[in-house]
Each structure stands twice: as C-alpha cells, then as structure tokens.
C-alpha cells in the first residue's frame, strides 16, 4: 500500500502581533518569520514523522526548489511534485495572536494543478493505496473522480471550508478530517454545538467515517453506530498553526498501521499539543520519538 498526498506548498510569512489588524488599520508586527507550510506539505511532514513512507504531489514555482529539498530531507518522496518555472510558488500571510491565527492564502502554482499532472501522478499508484488531499489545489473533483476510479482510499481534510467542497463527488470519499466549523459547513448545520453538529454529519453522511477535532475539547470519530471520543492534551499554546495538519497526518499514519481507532485520536492528539507549543507550521510537527 502507497501513501499518496497530493496538496499544497506555501511559503508562510508569519507576523506575530498585539491583535489581529482591523479595518482601516496599519499596525506594525512584533516579529515576522518565514517557513515551509501548506496544508499540503505539513500534512505530508506530518505523515512521514510518523512514520510512514509517503509521496508528495503538488507544484511549486520557480523559487520552490527548497520545498523539494525539505521534503526529502523529512524522507518525503517528491518524484511527483512539479516545479513550474512560469509560475510563483504558492504563499500564505499568517497573523498569528495569543496562541490563534489568521490566514490569507495566495494559491500560485497550487492553483495550476491540472488534469494531465493528476493523470501522470495517478498512473503510479493502484487499488487500495492511500489518497489524503485538502481543500488548497485546483482540479479536486477531477483528482477524487479518477483516484475513486482506480480503487484508492481518499481521505479529505476540508481545509480550508468553503462552497467549492460541495461541488466535489463527497460521495467518492472515505473519510472525511474536520475541525467544528467545518463539520458543521460540511453538514450544512448553523451551530457550535458539537452534539448537533455529529447528529447532522452522520444523517448526511450516513456511510462514511469521520474524524472531527474540536480544539481544547480534542476530538471524535464518527462512524454509523460508534462514536469516540478523544480528550485534548491540555498545554499552553502559542501558534495554533498547523495543528489540523498534525492531527491529520498522526491520525492517518497510527490508522493506517493497524485500524486502532483510539489509538490513533490519541496519538494525533498528543502530536498537535506539540504543534501548537511550536511557532510556525511544518517546523512545530514533532517526531514519532518527541511523542
Ligand atoms: O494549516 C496551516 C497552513 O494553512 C499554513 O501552513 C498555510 O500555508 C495554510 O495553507
């Protein structure tokens, strides 16, 4: 079995400051960083931290040769990332204040993923290997049709949520990875309540495992009859940035090994509790050993 994550790269430009920058206002950071993110490339890190050989798809621009060199230094294979010299790698402007985030993402070449790449990629790949994408590269529902075509599992993380999620065939995915306010979008539900939200993801996705974090409250996997539920390693955060991701790649890895549910909500738990005493994205990803 193969592990395919077929996602976004970005260079993340992280300012830390007093409050999070209102209309009409200028305010001047406390600090500023540059780092490797995307939810594409933290979820890919992520996986082989825990352990698992992995492939990263995606493109990156002319200035994106370091992501490559990144990835395989975490033993990420990159034979299947396309560097385009015509375009600019993908960016996200991070605002980040006691411990929460703000994002603004500009796609670049995440956003030129195109048919004939999703065909190349997938020529690679057969029944029963392992799809994960997210919500941050052009052509899903081309890339879900064709991955469901050949037999793989597909895993979405629905980060970022947004209307063009339900014009994806959801009916092709495994298993879902959401946050509460994605879950609720995804369920189509007005509510915070994370009681109501799980009663209308299962009436509307009646068949399919779900996997729901719900921040300081930890997280719930939902599947027909079973529900469980996972407490938050309580710890002091500073940059929730790349959390889901964390929680996403652990959770994926420990399931995949060997389908013990409860013993992957715990593992990806104590993975993002990590994540989030970190500053920036894939570099707060701890290894299997931190855990
Ligand atoms: O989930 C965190 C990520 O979201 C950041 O690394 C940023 O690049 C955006 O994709």
Known sequence: MKILSFGSLNYDHVYEMDH???PKETQSSLAYARGFGGKGLNQSIALAKAGLEVYHAGRVGSDGQDFID???????NTDYLMKDDSLATGHAIIEVCKGQNCIILHGGANQAIDKEQIDEVLSHFEKDDVLLIQNEISNLSYLIDKAHEKGLMIVFNTAPMNEKVFTYPLDKIDIFIVNEIEGAGLAKIDTNDYQKIIEALKERFPD??????VGESGSYYIYKDTLIHQNAYKVEAIDTTAAGDTFTGFFLASYLKDQDIARALDLAAKASSITVQGKGAAQSIPGIEEL
């Open 20 to 22: 999070f920058v209102e």
């Open 70 to 76: 990144y990835l395989n230094r975490y033993g990420v």
């Open 208 to 213: 399919k495992r779900i996997v729901m974090t």
